[in-house]
């Protein structure tokens, strides 16, 4: 009897210890752009978003899952500044959206806030460039199986945001 209650618990115990990674069985990964362009001024190798008609694309092979739809994290690496010439340490936002099957485009309900690296260094003059840096990231959901195309753009007012292709990290779990 007692060597029937020790097996017994010693399974117990290593299914219990297994059980975490039988549970979950996926992991997460990234997406890279195959296409960008934007309808931002370009100025030293990035687009400016900094009017209503401001905006930029890019374009994503699919992403194969056994579901037919994935919420993905857009984590954007972008510059920020206050006005043209602008000065550092100033956040940005953006609105974020993805193309549906039909062509239109929804866009997230609450802009994307790119927080700059600079922010306790502000200065309001044309800083050429330094205190730029800002980063921020949203999540969307995309349908899988099919190419797929993230979108940001300017909200209408507020400072300004510059993107190119290597702006942006789709990542996802699966």
């Known amino acids: 009897m007692r060597y029937k209650k020790k097996m017994l618990l010693a399974f117990f115990t290593m299914f219990i210890a297994l059980l975490p990674f039988s549970v979950h069985a996926g992991g997460i990964s990234e997406a890279s752009p195959i296409g960008y362009s934007s309808t931002g001024e370009l100025s030293y190798g990035w687009h400016w978003l900094s009017s209503t008609n401001h905006q930029a694309e890019w374009k994503f092979a699919p992403i194969q899952l056994d579901r037919a739809t994935v919420v993905v994290s857009v984590c954007l690496n972008c510059l920020s500044t206050n006005k043209s010439d602008g000065g550092a340490g100033y956040d940005s936002k953006v609105l974020v959206g993805t193309k549906a099957r039909d062509g239109s485009i929804s866009w997230r309900s609450s802009p994307v806030t790119l ?10 003059g044309n800083s050429n460039g330094i205190g730029y ?22 909200p209408g007012s507020g400072n300004h945001t510059a993107v190119k292709k290597s702006s942006i990290k789709v990542i996802y779990t699966y």
């Open 115 to 124: 927080h700059n690296v600079c922010s306790c260094s502000q200065y309001s």
């Open 133 to 154: 840096q800002s980063y921020g990231c949203g999540r969307v959901k995309i349908s899988t199986g099919e190419p797929f195309s993230i979108f940001i753009k300017y």
